[in-house]
């Protein structure tokens, strides 16, 4: 096989058909690709569904969605290891457009395809306009850093070469950028590849959407510990992102005192300057999605940073408690890793 689709698959009876009957009609030679659903310890009909499509089924207990990749990746044969989640369906010509900077250049190690949606709620409508404004970033590179699993393609040797997905990553946030950040640190080529489009589910409630980004920032304290340069930015990060973090925090401790409140003010301006790009960008989209994006970029930023804060509390815990039981080696949730960071 040239190609092996990757699907790490927990819980997903819900989505998972439609995005089999999606890779079943591919406009790549059937018999050039192979198709693995990594099962991660469902309890619903996930592998059953999975059995009715020409596909290889692999059963693993849960282990988070790193894990299972990294399953389904040792059991490919691929030479090119191309990856999407059970809740996106991929357009007939994903394969061949994912791979096409891969095939065209060997400095190239992995590409990135783009989200799209058929959502009509509000928050979907508003998550869909926050990737559009992340690819419009994207397009103007020639060169990326990072890829994330909804739409990828890695050249194997390139992914083993990098340790492939780090399965401490539990839950399904930042194992990407952890890989994409090490490709680019060994000498690799990333590239955007927007016309491989997978559709996507997006959270369908605020809610939802803020625990994404939680967990988002959460996360994200890990793979910063491994490359601390990239907290200045990224390719993928848009600038205005990074002052809305910056000024909605001041805003909350500025403005009880009244020896801050013009400071506060102040803050609150940048923060609404900083979402303008974004608001023009979902003006298209609608103009409750346009109306509604100051008020969740500043709840959206409050929760990026909790989750970064918490991170790194649990960072220095770890760390703490490596220093007095320096032999310790405890079970999965504890801080027993040679970083300081807790397992699970």
């Known amino acids: 096989m040239r190609y092996s689709v990757i699907i790490p698959a927990y819980n997903a009876a819900r989505d998972l058909e439609a995005c089999l009957r999606a890779l079943m009609d591919q406009s790549v030679p059937r018999d050039q690709y192979e198709v693995l659903v990594v099962d991660d310890g469902s309890t619903d009909g996930t592998a059953e569904i999975a059995g009715r499509y020409a596909v290889r089924v692999i059963r693993q207990a849960h282990a988070g969605p790193a894990s299972a990749r990294n399953h389904g990746a040792r059991q490919a044969t691929g030479t090119f290891l191309l990856f999407t989640d059970a809740d996106c369906e991929p357009v007939r010509e994903w394969i061949a457009e994912i791979v096409r900077p891969l095939e065209a250049d060997p400095t190239v190690a992995g590409s990135k395809g783009a989200y799209r949606t058929r959502q009509r709620g509000l928050i979907p409508r508003l998550a869909q306009v926050e990737f559009e404004e992340k690819y419009a970033r994207l397009r103007r590179q020639p060169f990326i850093d990072f890829v994330d699993t909804s739409s990828a393609a890695f050249r194997a040797d390139a992914f083993w070469q990098a340790g492939g997905f780090d399965a401490a990553f539990a839950a399904a946030s930042n194992e990407d950028t952890q890989l994409s950040f090490s490709l680019v640190a060994m000498g690799w080529r990333l590239m955007f590849c927007e016309r491989a489009v997978v559709y996507h589910r997006h959270s369908e409630s605020l809610a939802r959407y803020l625990q994404r980004k939680w967990r988002h920032g959460y996360w994200r304290v890990r793979v910063y510990q491994r490359h601390p340069h990239k907290m200045?930015?990224?390719?993928?990060?848009?600038?205005?992102?990074?002052?809305?973090?910056?000024?909605?925090?001041?805003?909350?401790?500025?403005?009880?005192?009244?020896?801050?409140?013009?400071?506060?003010?102040?803050?609150?301006?940048?923060?609404?300057?900083?979402?303008?790009?974004?608001?023009?960008?979902?003006?298209?989209?609608?103009?409750?999605?346009?109306?509604?994006?100051?008020?969740?970029?500043?709840?959206?930023?409050?929760?990026?940073?909790?989750?970064?804060?918490?991170?790194?509390?649990?960072?220095?815990?770890?760390?703490?408690?490596?220093?007095?039981?320096?032999?310790?080696?405890?079970?999965?949730?504890e801080f027993n890793g040679d970083d300081g960071w807790p397992r699970g």
């Open 232 to 333: 200045t930015g990224d390719s993928y990060t848009p600038r205005s992102m990074q002052l809305q973090m910056l000024s909605a925090p001041l805003v909350l401790l500025l403005a009880p005192l009244p020896a801050t409140r013009r400071l506060a003010q102040l803050s609150l301006a940048v923060f609404l300057l900083a979402t303008l790009p974004l608001v023009r960008r979902a003006a298209a989209a609608g103009v409750a999605v346009a109306a509604s994006i100051p008020a969740v970029l500043f709840i959206r930023a409050l929760t990026l940073e909790a989750g970064l804060m918490v991170g790194a509390l649990r960072l220095r815990l770890g760390r703490a408690l490596q220093r007095a039981a320096p032999s310790s080696s405890g079970p999965a949730g």
